[in-house]
């Protein structure tokens, strides 16, 4: 497992992480957002779904559970969110290890996952820093370790 940690001044500096991490998702990855409520989790997918998709009126995904989105280049991105989870039967409903096999996945909450959780995955935890900001604190297992090297500098 390799670790890395941002600082992200301001909402803007998440989205600008997103479309780093973007630019490195491929079919069969997962990434995990760990955070507590208003941790900026959404923002976070948002910044993947956008810079992927060019969508820019992205809603979150409280109470359908999942989203999913076709990025420019045909990957199909899913983006799901956990806190509202009511089962284990409504969480293999969702289809997640589809999802992350053959496309990728954002998921918030993810704790929810359980056993389920991919051990390829991309995991990024979210807290506040000071005032404002946040701090990004991120961890690559499995086939994620090395990859990150290749994230854009900010
Ligand atoms: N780096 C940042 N610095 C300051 N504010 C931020 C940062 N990133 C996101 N925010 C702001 O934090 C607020 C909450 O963000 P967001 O909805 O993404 O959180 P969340 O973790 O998805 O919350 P929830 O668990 O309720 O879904 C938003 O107003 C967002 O603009
Ligand atoms: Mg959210």
Redesign the pocket.
């Known amino acids: 497992m390799t670790r890395h940690t941002l600082t992200?001044?301001?909402?803007e500096?998440?989205l600008a992480l997103g479309a780093r991490i973007a630019a490195l998702l491929k079919a069969g990855d997962a990434v995990l957002l760990f955070?507590?409520?208003?941790?900026?989790?959404?923002?976070?997918a948002r910044g993947i779904i956008q810079a992927l998709t060019g969508e820019t009126d992205i809603a979150?995904p409280?109470y359908t559970l999942v989203q999913t989105y076709t990025a420019r280049d045909g990957l199909t991105l899913s983006h799901a969110?956990l806190?509202r989870l009511k089962s284990d039967d409504e969480l293999f409903e969702l289809g997640l290890e589809e999802a992350w096999t053959e496309g990728a996945a954002i998921i918030?909450?993810p704790e929810r996952l359980g056993t389920m959780a991919p051990e390829d995955r991309l995991e990024i935890e979210?807290a506040p820093l000071g005032d404002?900001?946040?701090i990004a604190n991120i961890a690559a297992f499995g086939r994620w370790e090395g990859r990150l090297d290749r994230l854009e500098p900010l």
Not at 8 to 11: T, V
Not at 35 to 44: E, I, P, Q, S, Y
């Open positions: 992200l001044p301001d909402a500096a998440t955070g507590d409520l208003g941790a900026g989790k959404t923002t976070l979150s409280t969110d806190y918030e909450w979210l404002a900001g946040r």
